[in-house]
T-cell receptor, first 109, second 114 residues
């Protein structure tokens, strides 16, 4: 079955500490993977996608097909990074997202 | 990008009644989707709203319970019919162009059924 797993519901780190939000997926083909973010009182928005291989707001994510993972990383967390983060997968040939359950990141001062 | 509005933003309804949620986009889009996000859970796709034809429903969702209309390329509605407390959820509309797999999300409609 196609599935996205985010094992941590809540992740708390101190400001300036490194952050890694875990995402594992279950899919037999070549998926397209995304990270979406929802800041407090804002709508869900795209943070980054694996095919663009870019860094957004200091975040990066590398697709590891061997480990079927797409972890989101940032070397130095900032308070404004506090938000809900969702990993999502689109199976090949579709436009339908499969979302993980989300991880709430709290960056403490 | 696309700007999406939803109406209503929230509502409290009695069981057995129906609520229609509207989704309006500021530009023509190819694809529109409806999601449900139950308390403490992830987003689950209800259906893809197809312009001029019947919506495509995901497993576990049926047209009788969640009828969807999409009369044009900028507007869609989702009706939650014969509501029960289990339908209490946030309902989200999203849009996408076939040229891009990025989806733009509306602000959501928070529904509480008593």
């Amino acid at each position: 079955a196609q599935r996205v797993t985010q094992p941590e519901k809540l992740l708390s780190v101190f400001k300036g500490a490194p952050v890694e939000l875990k995402c594992n997926y279950s899919y037999s083909g070549s998926p397209e993977l995304f990270w979406y973010v929802q800041y407090s009182r804002q709508r869900l928005q795209l943070l980054l996608r694996h095919i663009s291989r870019e860094s957004i707001k200091g975040f990066t994510a590398d697709l590891n097909k061997g480990e079927t993972s797409f972890h989101l990383k940032k070397p130095f967390a900032q308070e404004e990074d506090s938000a809900m983060y969702y990993c999502a997968l689109i199976p090949a040939g579709t436009y339908k997202y499969i979302f993980g359950t989300g991880t709430r990141l709290k960056v403490l001062a | 990008s696309a700007v999406i509005s939803q109406k209503p933003s929230r509502d409290i309804c009695q069981r057995g009644t129906s609520l229609t949620i509207q989704c309006q986009v500021d530009s023509q889009v190819t694809m529109m989707f409806w999601y449900r996000q139950q308390p403490g859970q992830s987003l689950t796709l209800i259906a893809t709203a197809n312009q001029g034809s019947e919506a495509t429903y995901e497993s576990g969702f049926v047209i009788d319970k969640f009828p969807i209309s999409r009369p044009n390329l900028t507007f869609s509605t989702l009706t939650v019919s014969n509501m029960s407390p289990e339908d209490s959820s946030i309902y989200l509309c999203s849009v996408s162009q076939t040229s891009s797999r990025e989806q733009y999300f509306g602000p959501g409609t928070r529904l509480t059924v008593t």
